[in-house]
C-alpha cells in the first residue's frame, strides 16, 4: 500500500501566487485532514473531512480551501499565498468508522516557501 | 485549543525507562488516549493507544488513570533513536463532525548516552 501521498514536496511561491497541495490515500479511509507545522511548533488543524462531499474547519482556516469530492483525494488549495503560510504541511487520514483502532496516518509532508 | 497537556521537554538518559506525562481532565467517556511521535520532520507516527486500560505494545506502555484525567507514555529502555517530539491526543472514535483531531505542542523528549 502507498499509504498517504503528498505532492509535491517542495514548494516556492511568491506572494499572491495560488496553488493546490495534493493528497491521496489508497487505504478507503472516510476521515482526511490536513495539518501545517510552522518551525519548532506543534501540529495545527487546517481542514478535515468525515466523509467525501463533507468538509469542516479547524483550528486556522483562513487563506486555505478543501474540497472532497473523492473518498481517495483532498486537495488543500492556497488562494493568494502569503509569507505567514510557509510551513511544511501534513495530511492524515484514518478509518473514520467506530473501530476501536483509529489511527491517523500522516504523509510525509510538503515544504512550502512564500516569498 | 488542545485537550491535553504536556511538559514541553524532557530527557532521560539511554537504556532507562522514559516516563512521559499527559494530563487531560476533560477526556469525555468515549474519547481514546491516543500517543504519536515525530522524528526531526517527518510526520507524525502512531505509538498507542488507550481507553480504559493500560495497554502494552512492542514499542511502548500506556498507563491511564483510574479517572481517565492523566496518563503516562512509558518507553522501557530509551535508544537515541527515540528522541523526538511526543504527542498525547485525545480523539472520540464517533463518525462525526466532532472528530477533528486537535495536537498540541507535544514534548520534546532528548534521550542522552
Known amino acids: 500500500n502507498a499509504g498517504v501521498t503528498q505532492t509535491p514536496k517542495f514548494q516556492v511561491l511568491k506572494t499572491g501566487q495560488s496553488m493546490t497541495l495534493q493528497c491521496a490515500q489508497d487505504m478507503n479511509h472516510e476521515y482526511m485532514s490536513w495539518y501545517r507545522q510552522d518551525p519548532g511548533m506543534g501540529l495545527r488543524l487546517i481542514h478535515y473531512s468525515v466523509g467525501a462531499g463533507i468538509t469542516d474547519q479547524g483550528e486556522v482556516p483562513n487563506g486555505y480551501n478543501v474540497s472532497r469530492s473523492t473518498t481517495e483525494d483532498f486537495p488543500l488549495r492556497l488562494l493568494s499565498a502569503a509569507p505567514s503560510q510557509t510551513s511544511v504541511y501534513f495530511c492524515?487520514?484514518?478509518?473514520?468508522?467506530?473501530?476501536?483502532?483509529?489511527?491517523?496516518?500522516f504523509g510525509a509532508g510538503s515544504r512550502l516557501t512564500v516569498l | 485549543d488542545a485537550k491535553t497537556t504536556q511538559p514541553p521537554s524532557m530527557d532521560c538518559a539511554e537504556g532507562r525507562a522514559a516516563n512521559l506525562p499527559c494530563n487531560h481532565s476533560t477526556i469525555s467517556g468515549n474519547e481514546y488516549v491516543y500517543w504519536y511521535r515525530q522524528i526531526h520532520s517527518q510526520g507524525p507516527q502512531y505509538i498507542i493507544h488507550g481507553l480504559k486500560n493500560n495497554e502494552t505494545n512492542e514499542m511502548a506502555s500506556l498507563i491511564i488513570t483510574e479517572d481517565r484525567k492523566s496518563s503516562t507514555l512509558i518507553l522501557p529502555h530509551a535508544t537515541l533513536r527515540d528522541t523526538a517530539v511526543y504527542y498525547c491526543i485525545v480523539s472520540t472514535e464517533e463518525y462525526s463532525s466532532a472528530s477533528k483531531i486537535i495536537f498540541g505542542s507535544g514534548t520534546r523528549l532528548s534521550i542522552r548516552p
Open positions: 492524515a487520514s484514518r478509518l473514520g468508522a467506530s473501530s476501536g483502532a483509529n489511527v491517523l496516518t
